[in-house]
């Protein structure tokens, strides 16, 4: 049985699902409360769940952070909201020196089940800091699990499996995407579903894999639809920490080309390192370089150029061009 | 949880009451002339058109987005016009009436708004920094430009003063609080002036703080005042004391300027999904020009024609405020590249030449009739 919503109500969803569920899961941030959020992805919660369970925070993303992982200390489950990308930044010190290391600290006395989302990504007009890619960071930092939903299905099921996880989770919502719909299996357990570290094929083909994740999974759908001279494979990376290479690499060794597109900027990006490890444990297999298309690296602009500095459905076409010239 | 500290009644500078009577302060003495308060009344009444007049192009789509400074015109206006032109205001992204007073043009805020800029103005020739979007890091500036000022020997008679703005949110970050201990532990010449217009998007005060915001100065080792938000006057007292007392070499101050935000968080936001209606009538009836006008018309100060003649200066700068920005064009694609590094980047120029051969083979491709 299905139902049809949003990315935005099916994470809104998934999140009642699992505080029906545990009474330990709490959600804090920013105008969570009342407001249901900025992007009304935690609408209701409060209303349902009172104010001990949904909190509106102080203005202090370090605070956040900081009090969710002492929340996680003494038992609880806490789901917190950076309300935007670029806001993620004070909570740094929080998550990079403690949240990530705790568990190794205590030699694994101590969980850290706390979830951190985060509305991602460009292309919605907005003024600065509102459209940042910062995945790089929570990739490069060992200790945190990263995730991002590009359909309401992964959206619904993925913010549950992330809260049931004993180790933080960086879970990444793009933002621009909310208002996608489809029909979602609600029914379904959490143990039929994919698991959370798993990509999964979006789209098969035989001649080129084309890898993306978060907003850009729809454009390489299109990208693929649109190359009709070649039949293209298109994976939904979903899990950026750990990455899961056995999909991976067994689609580029059927199809013989990568080219991966992000939102993040190109050097030192998620598409460097899957690129690196591809190349290394594809080496035969390819007939071309992996080829990235991503952002260029510069600030994100201002917002009547972002259609230029995000890659669209014409730079990933040429992604695609570029692997078939060798 | 005791509500005592928050409940006490805690003064609150008031020059010009709501009704337009003038009012005296010890503390904060106020040589003005007619002609002086006069030109305040144009600054309020302009800056509120210029707003109103950004809501409706965001509105019409011309912007994405706009902050409204609607209520809070009064403490702009008033602690803008007591910097003197050496002066250093850091603004967060609300504050256009500050801008005004430093001589920004409207079309450079209302840029950064529609997105072809991120920025436009240059911060020193104008005195005024780039509005800031992450919450409360512009303390921190202020406070080591501030601290800068001292190093140059520039603080005593005739000295230079700096001034941070930020919300009562701010007050929360960690950001506001380091500023307010390194400015106290440097004796910084700079002024910490709050804008509290009660709401932090949909956060009452209370969320944020448990006691009066000028308070929180007492516990860091300088002087905190709260002011009439809505009384342009008093804005002016207090902030010049305060800004003069920095430039002297006393110190910080923390200005809490009691006001409110009459309108929504920005354009995207829906307040009636938090906030009460009767609130909003509480405070229309604190309106910060209704007072002044008020003011003027009982000390026959102003006659009918000098408030015909404001409100068609309003209208002439509405008109302009739209066709300038209308006509703004977009930036060029490469300017994505611009700017990033000062020295020659290998790395930037590869991209960007890259680019360029990406967009011009669309224009080979247009002119064949392709792709
Ligand atoms: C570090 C950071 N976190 C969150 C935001 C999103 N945000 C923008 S304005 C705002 C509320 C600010 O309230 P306040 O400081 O009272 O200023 P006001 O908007 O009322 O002028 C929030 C949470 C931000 N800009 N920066
Ligand atoms: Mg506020």
């Given at each position: 049985m299905g139902t049809n919503l949003t990315i935005g109500k099916a994470i809104n969803a998934g999140l009642r699902a699992a505080m029906e569920h545990d009474p330990k899961v709490l959600v804090m941030g920013e105008d969570v409360g009342r407001l249901g959020g900025v992007f009304r992805v935690t609408d209701g919660l409060h209303k349902d769940f009172g104010a001990d369970r949904v909190i509106d925070t102080p203005l202090a993303e370090s605070g956040i952070v900081g009090t969710a992982i002492g929340m996680a200390l003494r038992g609880y489950r806490p789901v917190v909201e950076?309300?935007?990308?670029?806001?993620?930044f004070p909570a740094a010190n929080q998550t990079f020196t403690q949240l990530a290391k705790m568990r190794r600290r205590s030699a694994g006395k101590l969980s850290m089940p706390l979830v951190m989302r985060i509305p991602y990504g460009g292309g919605i007009g907005a003024v600065e800091h509102h459209s940042e890619s910062p995945e790089a960071y929570f990739q490069h930092t060992a200790g945190l699990r990263v995730v991002s939903v590009a359909n309401p299905e992964d959206a619904y099921w993925m913010i549950q499996q992330a809260i049931r996880s004993d180790d933080p989770v960086i879970f990444l919502e793009p933002k621009r995407r909310y208002y996608e719909k489809a029909e979602v299996d609600?029914?379904?357990?959490l143990q039929e579903v994919t698991p959370l570290n798993s990509a999964r094929i979006a789209r098969s083909g035989t001649d080129c894999t084309l890898l993306a994740y978060g907003p850009m999974v729809k454009t390489a759908l299109q990208a693929a639809e649109a190359d009709t001279d070649h039949s293209i494979e298109v994976i939904d990376v979903r899990s950026l920490s750990p990455v899961d290479y056995d999909t991976i690499n067994a689609s580029v060794k059927r199809t013989g080309r990568l080219v991966i597109a992000h939102e993040a900027t190109l050097t030192g990006g998620p598409g460097a390192e899957i690129a690196a490890r591809v190349t290394e444990e594809c080496f035969y297999h390819l007939e071309s370089p992996v080829i990235r298309v991503a952002a260029f690296d510069t600030p994100y602009p201002q917002s009547r150029l972002e259609e230029y500095y995000l890659p669209d459905l014409d730079r990933v076409l040429d992604g695609v061009d570029r692997a078939f010239a060798y | 949880m005791s509500d005592t500290a928050a409940h006490e009644e805690p003064e609150l500078i008031q020059?010009?009451?709501?009704?337009?009577e003038l009012k005296e302060h010890p503390d904060y003495p106020l040589d003005i002339s007619a002609e002086e308060i006069r030109a305040l009344y144009r600054d309020l009444v302009l800056v509120r058109r210029v707003d109103s007049e950004a809501v409706s192009l965001q509105r019409q789509g011309e912007l994405g987005l706009w902050a409204s400074l609607l209520g809070q015109e009064a403490a702009q206006i008033g602690s803008g016009r007591a910097l003197r032109d050496k002066d250093m205001a850091f603004p967060s992204y609300r504050e256009h009436g500050v801008a005004w007073c430093r001589g920004i043009e409207p079309k450079e805020l209302l840029g950064m708004f529609r997105g072809v800029t991120n920025g436009g103005w240059d911060p020193h020739e104008q005195g005024f920094h780039l509005y800031t979007i992450v919450i409360g890091s512009q303390t921190l500036h202020a406070t080591g430009y501030a601290m800068g000022v001292q190093r140059d020997g520039?603080?005593?008679?005739?000295g230079t003063a700096v001034i941070s703005y930020f919300g009562d949110g701010a007050t929360s970050q960690g950001d506001t609080n380091e500023a307010f201990n390194f400015a106290s532990v440097n004796n910084a010449p700079v002024v910490f002036f709050c804008q509290n217009n009660q709401w932090a998007i949909s956060e009452p005060l209370e969320r944020q703080a448990r006691v009066p915001i000028y308070r929180r100065a007492a516990g860091f080792g300088f002087p905190g005042v709260r002011v009439d938000g809505n009384d342009v006057l008093a804005c002016l007292a207090v902030t010049r004391a305060a800004l003069d007392n920095a430039r002297s070499g006393n110190g910080p101050t923390l200005v809490e300027?009691?006001?409110?935000?009459?309108?929504?968080?920005?354009?995207?936001?829906?307040p009636t999904r938090y906030r009460d209606a009767a609130e909003l009538d509480e405070w229309k009836a604190k309106d910060p020009i209704l007072r002044v006008r008020r003011y003027l018309e009982l000390n026959g100060l102003a006659d009918e024609a000098f408030f015909t003649a404001i409100d068609e200066e309003a209208d002439k700068v509405g008109e302009r405020v739209r066709t300038e920005c209308r006509s703004m064009p977009d930036p060029e694609?490469?300017?994505?590249?611009?700017?990033?590094?000062?020295e020659p980047n290998v790395h930037i120029d590869r991209q960007r030449s890259e680019f360029a051969d990406y967009l011009a083979s669309f224009e080979d491709a247009g002119a064949e009739g392709g792709r």
């Open positions: 950076i309300q935007f990308d670029g806001f993620f609600t029914e379904a357990s | 020059l010009l009451t709501p009704e337009g520039a603080v005593g008679e005739d300027a009691f006001t409110y935000r009459m309108g929504a968080h920005t354009t995207n936001d829906d694609p490469l300017d994505i590249f611009h700017e990033v590094y000062a």
